[in-house]
């Protein structure tokens, strides 16, 4: 050992530079020329991309509306035992002051919208209140905005404004698993008929977990005639799965909206060919059954590529020996087939649920009521319901779970072998 | 993988039911596509086949909707067909025409983008010194697997807030940004088969390494680099959630204008501009074979 180190430091290059320390100089240029070349896309994804999200879902930790508005309320809730309903003095005239200012600089909707999510009907309280607050200029504060509307002597609102106060919270995440707080603060289940996001995440899972089996029955068949067929008829059938993959995702929806719809192309057969009569036609889009078909069809290219690729390199001879030596074509095929292309059926299936739980557009168009999915959630709390920070928080959810699964992929298959066409 | 004569009869009966079973898969995939086409023809305004159409008849079939691209939202739809008056109204007005433009502009920026970044970023990913490959790798592929609602809502905020919301720019920074992990895919796969020694020996033989970038490495990874800015252009040319997010009504793109069709109005125009767009892929996809072939030549793997 000692020898050898020896003799490797002791080669002097003809400059009179030990070999070694060359040959680590040369090394190290060809590490930062690899970087260099690297970093131009590296920091665009960094700046555009990384950045932007990890921005967007810190919001779930973030309501500083409340707080803003409301700031003399928020002070004294800050430092407030947080039991009952406060009695008449500084809380009152800070709330009465802080509804005048909010009309003034017409903020009220923002706070009134914020505790609106939490507390339905607390939007009219406030405006109705901050339109009658400016009548109200001397003690008793208390007693006159419970003569203006009654819903402030109440120790749910007053719990529900001390959550509310503060500009960093967890309650989207609380919200975000169907949870609430009761009127002692604690943390509870939401009751029965407004529990929807984890049955929501639930449903994203598991119609992905339909998708991915659905997909890997139709693919797995499909790829192994693919990897025996002669290469010309291969490539001509391969087109056919190619062609799919490289068609507009609006597209196929249309045509599956085409296909599927109750005067459609597959109810219109089955009716013709007197399988079902005229009155039974299907309810089959618009609903998880439609979601369902339209996705698999979708992703179904993703399962067959990645097979593809891995079945084409099982040797043929394997099955014939595992023939010749007495299996029959069963197990054959079974225990010497199929372990083999495992990498395959990992790789296709990962892809797939991965692409499947996060999808958007499909279930949006197809999906009907029961069959939107989390990110449909996502959008709609992003574009209508504009309660940002619990879309983040639904968001950092499903990402999390995207992200498990990506590390996973990438140790069981590895991005570097992720292939298209 | 023929049927020996001596196959017995639950074995034929496997082959013919196999092969049945592989031929249903491949009308699942390939029907719906050519389904389209026919309905796009529709003389009703229906998304379904006509007692007429089913006979055959001619006057059930017309390019009502092919006229329709080019004349919704027309200021003067009056006007004599195909006359220069009717071109230039169509052009500048009819709403498809207006996302067209769009679809093709973005995607032509987003695609040189994401195919320069990507080449590059590529290049340095196959050299075998390359530091932290694999977390690099995950970090650049990781557009195609996180949901795209969640990449859009993080656009959506951050664009708004350095005054890139709405414009052409937001949306073309958006497509490169899912553009890219395809290039870097199809690129470093062509990389993987490319012989290095090639280099040496231009470097040997006293080329400097801008004449070995272009003579050397880039005609050989061209078919790969091509491939890859093709399925940027159609990643892009296909996006619709960031659109939806980021862009505002001037920038609607193809994809957007048939979502609000499918969601709002539906009409046979839609069923009319996906032929269309079944035509461009077909093309794409022709081009991409042709590409993959021709790489594969070039660099040994398959006969000619």
Same mark, same amino acid.
């Given at each position: 050992?000692?020898?050898? @180190?020896?003799?490797?430091?002791?080669?002097?290059?003809?400059?009179?530079v030990?070999?070694?320390?060359?040959?680590?100089?040369?090394?190290?240029?060809?590490?930062?020329?690899?970087?260099?070349?690297?970093?131009?896309?590296?920091?665009?994804?960094?700046?555009?991309?990384?950045?932007?999200?990890?921005?967007?879902?810190?919001?779930?930790?973030?309501?500083?509306?409340?707080?803003?508005?409301?700031?003399?309320?928020?002070?004294?809730?800050?430092?407030?035992?947080?039991t009952?309903v406060?009695?008449?003095?500084?809380?009152?005239?800070?709330?009465?002051?802080d509804?005048?200012?909010?009309r003034?600089?017409?903020?009220?909707?923002? %706070?009134?919208?914020?505790?609106?999510?939490?507390?339905?009907?607390?939007?009219?309280?406030?405006?109705?209140? %901050?339109?009658?607050?400016?009548?109200?200029? @001397?003690?008793?504060?208390?007693?006159?905005?419970?003569?203006?509307?009654?819903?402030?002597?109440?120790?749910e609102?007053?719990?529900?404004?001390?959550?509310?106060?503060?500009?960093?919270?967890m309650?989207f995440?609380v919200?975000?698993?169907?949870?609430?707080?009761?009127?002692?603060?604690?943390?509870?289940?939401?009751?029965?008929?407004?529990?929807?996001?984890?049955?929501?995440? +639930?449903?994203?899972?598991?119609?992905?977990?339909?998708?991915?089996?659905?997909?890997?029955?139709?693919?797995?068949?499909?790829?192994?005639?693919?990897?025996?067929?002669?290469?010309?008829?291969?490539?001509?059938?391969?087109?056919m799965?190619?062609?799919?993959? +490289?068609t507009?995702?609006?597209?196929?929806?249309?045509?599956?909206?085409?296909?599927l719809?109750?005067?459609?192309?597959?109810?219109?057969?089955?009716?013709?060919a007197?399988?079902?009569?005229?009155?039974?036609?299907?309810?089959?889009?618009?609903?998880?059954?439609?979601?369902?078909?339209?996705?698999?069809?979708?992703?179904?290219?993703?399962?067959?590529?990645?097979?593809?690729?891995?079945?084409?390199?099982?040797?043929?001879?394997?099955m014939?020996?595992?023939?010749?030596?007495?299996?029959?074509?069963?197990? @054959?095929f079974?225990?010497?087939?199929?372990?083999?292309?495992?990498?395959?059926?990992? @790789?296709?299936?990962l892809?797939?649920?991965?692409?499947?739980?996060?999808?958007?557009?499909?279930?949006?168009?197809?999906?009907?009521?029961?069959?939107?999915?989390?990110?449909?959630?996502?959008?709609?709390?992003?574009?209508?319901?504009?309660?940002?920070?619990?879309?983040?928080?639904?968001?950092?959810?499903?990402?999390?779970?995207?992200?498990?699964?990506?590390?996973?992929?990438?140790?069981?298959?590895?991005?570097?072998?992720?292939?298209?066409? | 993988?023929?049927?020996?004569?001596?196959?017995?009869?639950?074995?034929? /009966?496997w082959?013919?039911?196999?092969?049945f079973?592989?031929?249903?898969?491949?009308?699942?995939l390939?029907?719906?596509?050519? /389904?389209?086409?026919?309905?796009?023809?529709?003389?009703?305004?229906?998304?379904?086949?006509?007692?007429?159409?089913? #006979?055959?008849?001619?006057s059930?079939? !017309?390019?009502?909707?092919?006229?329709?691209?080019?004349?919704?939202?027309m200021?003067?739809?009056?006007?004599?067909?195909?006359?220069w008056?009717?071109?230039?109204?169509?052009?500048?007005? #009819?709403?498809?025409?207006?996302?067209?433009?769009?679809?093709?502009?973005?995607?032509?920026?987003?695609?040189?983008?994401?195919?320069?970044?990507?080449t590059?970023?590529?290049?340095?990913? $196959?050299? $075998?010194?390359?530091?932290?490959?694999?977390?690099?790798?995950?970090?650049?592929?990781?557009?195609?697997?996180?949901?795209?609602?969640?990449? #859009?809502?993080?656009?959506?905020?951050?664009? !708004?807030?350095?005054g890139l $919301?709405?414009?052409?720019?937001?949306?073309?920074?958006a497509?490169?940004v899912?553009?890219?992990?395809?290039?870097?895919?199809?690129?470093?796969?062509?990389l993987?088969?490319?012989?290095?020694?090639?280099?040496?020996?231009?470097?040997m033989?006293?080329?400097?390494?801008?004449?070995?970038f272009?003579?050397?490495?880039?005609?050989?990874?061209?078919?790969?680099?091509?491939?890859?800015?093709?399925?940027?252009?159609?990643?892009?040319?296909?996006?619709?959630?960031?659109?939806?997010?980021?862009?505002?009504?001037?920038?609607?793109?193809?994809?957007?204008?048939?979502?609000?069709?499918?969601r709002?109005q539906?009409?046979?125009?839609?069923?009319?501009? #996906?032929?269309?767009?079944?035509? /461009? !892929?077909?093309?794409?996809?022709?081009m991409?074979?042709?590409?993959?072939?021709?790489?594969?030549?070039?660099r040994?793997? $398959?006969?000619a």
């Amino acid at each position: 050992m000692v020898d050898t @180190a020896h003799s490797a430091a002791g080669v002097i290059a003809d400059d009179g530079v030990p070999l070694k320390v060359k040959l680590a100089r040369a090394t190290r240029r060809q590490k930062i020329r690899a970087l260099l070349l690297v970093t131009p896309l590296a920091l665009f994804i960094v700046l555009s991309f990384v950045w932007p999200i990890t921005v967007m879902l810190l919001r779930s930790f973030d309501s500083p509306e409340f707080g803003r508005v409301m700031h003399r309320t928020s002070a004294f809730l800050e430092n407030w035992d947080g039991t009952g309903v406060p009695p008449e003095g500084p809380a009152w005239k800070a709330l009465v002051e802080d509804l005048v200012q909010a009309r003034e600089d017409q903020t009220i909707g923002k %706070a009134a919208t914020v505790v609106n999510f939490e507390m339905p009907a607390a939007r009219s309280l406030f405006t109705k209140s %901050a339109r009658h607050a400016k009548n109200i200029t @001397a003690p008793p504060y208390k007693d006159q905005l419970i003569a203006v509307d009654d819903g402030w002597n109440s120790p749910e609102l007053w719990g529900l404004m001390k959550r509310l106060a503060p500009a960093f919270t967890m309650r989207f995440y609380v919200n975000a698993i169907d949870r609430t707080y009761d009127k002692n603060g604690d943390i509870v289940q939401q009751p029965e008929n407004r529990r929807i996001y984890l049955p929501l995440f +639930w449903r994203t899972f598991v119609m992905s977990g339909t998708v991915m089996l659905c997909c890997l029955f139709l693919g797995y068949p499909v790829a192994y005639l693919l990897s025996v067929l002669p290469l010309r008829t291969s490539n001509l059938l391969m087109i056919m799965v190619l062609l799919p993959f +490289w068609t507009s995702l609006l597209v196929r929806t249309t045509a599956w909206i085409a296909m599927l719809q109750r005067e459609g192309v597959i109810n219109s057969l089955l009716v013709w060919a007197h399988i079902i009569s005229e009155k039974e036609r299907m309810q089959l889009i618009f609903n998880s059954t439609g979601t369902t078909i339209a996705m698999t069809h979708i992703l179904l290219p993703f399962m067959i590529l990645p097979l593809y690729s891995v079945m084409k390199t099982v040797p043929p001879s394997y099955m014939r020996a595992a023939r010749s030596l007495g299996a029959n074509q069963f197990t @054959a095929f079974t225990r010497v087939y199929m372990p083999q292309t495992i990498p395959g059926v990992g @790789a296709g299936s990962l892809l797939v649920f991965i692409l499947a739980i996060g999808y958007y557009i499909t279930p949006a168009l197809v999906g009907g009521e029961t069959g939107i999915l989390i990110s449909n959630m996502i959008a709609y709390h992003m574009q209508k319901s504009l309660n940002w920070s619990l879309a983040a928080a639904l968001g950092t959810i499903l990402l999390a779970g995207v992200m498990l699964l990506y590390w996973l992929y990438n140790r069981i298959v590895g991005v570097d072998n992720m292939k298209l066409g | 993988m023929g049927l020996p004569p001596y196959a017995a009869t639950w074995e034929r /009966i496997w082959y013919y039911g196999f092969r049945f079973f592989c031929a249903l898969v491949f009308l699942f995939l390939i029907a719906p596509i050519l /389904i389209i086409i026919p309905l796009s023809f529709n003389a009703d305004p229906y998304f379904t086949f006509t007692k007429g159409m089913l #006979a055959f008849k001619p006057s059930a079939y !017309s390019f009502r909707w092919y006229l329709d691209i080019f004349q919704n939202g027309m200021v003067n739809p009056g006007l004599p067909k195909f006359s220069w008056a009717w071109l230039a109204d169509s052009w500048q007005n #009819a709403q498809w025409i207006h996302a067209t433009k769009n679809s093709w502009f973005i995607a032509i920026c987003a695609t040189i983008l994401s195919a320069s970044l990507g080449t590059l970023a590529a290049l340095g990913l $196959s050299q $075998s010194q390359m530091p932290a490959r694999n977390f690099f790798m995950s970090l650049l592929i990781s557009p195609m697997i996180v949901p795209l609602v969640i990449t #859009a809502a993080g656009m959506f905020f951050f664009f !708004s807030n350095v005054g890139l $919301s709405g414009t052409y720019l937001g949306i073309i920074l958006a497509h490169t940004v899912l553009g890219t992990p395809f290039v870097v895919i199809t690129v470093t796969a062509t990389l993987i088969g490319f012989d290095r020694s090639l280099i040496r020996a231009g470097q040997m033989l006293g080329a400097p390494a801008h004449t070995v970038f272009l003579k050397i490495i880039m005609p050989l990874i061209l078919p790969g680099v091509i491939s890859g800015a093709l399925f940027a252009f159609i990643t892009s040319f296909d996006e619709v959630v960031a659109v939806i997010f980021l862009a505002n009504y001037d920038q609607r793109t193809i994809p957007r204008q048939m979502w609000a069709g499918i969601r709002e109005q539906i009409s046979p125009t839609i069923l009319a501009v #996906a032929t269309i767009l079944i035509v /461009i !892929s077909i093309m794409l996809l022709t081009m991409v074979e042709l590409l993959r072939r021709r790489s594969e030549r070039l660099r040994g793997l $398959s006969p000619a």
